[in-house]
């Protein structure tokens, strides 16, 4: 009777464990819910930039995931349905760092005149490339690309003409914004390098260490005479 009581304890400190473990987890892991409301919350903030909600969920979808991104043109009574592919030129990003990539993007194409991109034009503005205006040809440097290069969204912003504060006005309103580390990353590395190569002279401007002078002979010990 003893050993199934025993075994019957175990038993019940084993699934509480587990349970307790879930929870744990559970605390600990963002759940599906969140996640998916976070996605379609910033879906919905740029379907006006993305053109419809299919696009922006591509592109927050892809962003997010570091995954290829599909923008879709409808058809019209002249013409087919056109698909844009490209691929982010970044890796994975969080929510937060997706909303500011695409409120960069939104406020360097209205910064050009575009109000209403075409999805080649979203595309170059996100991952770089030459867009024909009404007043001539617009190089975009790509939001994407120039994170790719270890670049903090506010430097991103100085780079493309762009107040920082009025883009992290409008990304606030459409969702969450990222960490002060990924705003500023990238100022600070640079900086840290450069004074870190300025400390450090160069190898010909150092000074040869000094030779160490030879070893002075010492005399010998003179022998300890055999009486006292």
Do not use: C
């Not at 995931?65 to 019209?76: E, H, N």
């Not at 969080?94 to 209403?116: D, H, P, R, W």
């Not at 762009?162 to 500023?184: E, F, H, I």
């Amino acid at each position: 009777m003893k050993k199934h009581l025993f075994a019957f304890s175990v038993l019940s400190a084993a699934i509480s464990l587990g349970i307790a473990g879930q929870a744990v987890m559970a605390a600990d892991t963002p759940s599906a819910a969140t996640t998916t409301q976070e996605s379609t919350r910033l879906a919905t903030s740029y379907t006006g930039l993305a053109g419809s909600t299919g696009n922006a969920q591509a592109l927050v979808d892809g962003l997010r995931g570091g995954t290829a991104i599909v923008l879709v043109t409808p058809a019209t009574a002249t013409s087919p349905a056109v698909q844009t592919p490209f691929t982010p030129a970044t890796g994975k990003l969080g929510f937060g760092n997706v909303n500011i990539a695409l409120s960069l993007a939104q406020a360097e194409l209205t910064k050009a005149g575009i109000t209403e991109p075409t999805a080649a034009q979203l595309q170059a503005a996100l991952n770089g490339g030459a867009v024909t205006t009404a007043t001539g040809t617009v190089q975009f440097p790509g939001v994407l690309a120039l994170r790719a290069q270890d670049q903090g969204w506010g430097q991103i912003a100085k780079t493309l003409g762009l107040k920082v504060g009025d883009v992290v006005s409008a990304a606030k309103a459409k969702g969450p914004l990222p960490a002060n580390s990924d705003m500023a990353h990238g100022d600070k590395s640079d900086k840290a390098d450069k004074a870190e190569k300025a400390d450090k002279p160069d190898k010909a401007d150092r000074p040869d260490k000094p030779e160490h002078p030879d070893k002075v002979d010492r005399p010998d010990k003179p022998e300890h005479g055999g009486g006292r």
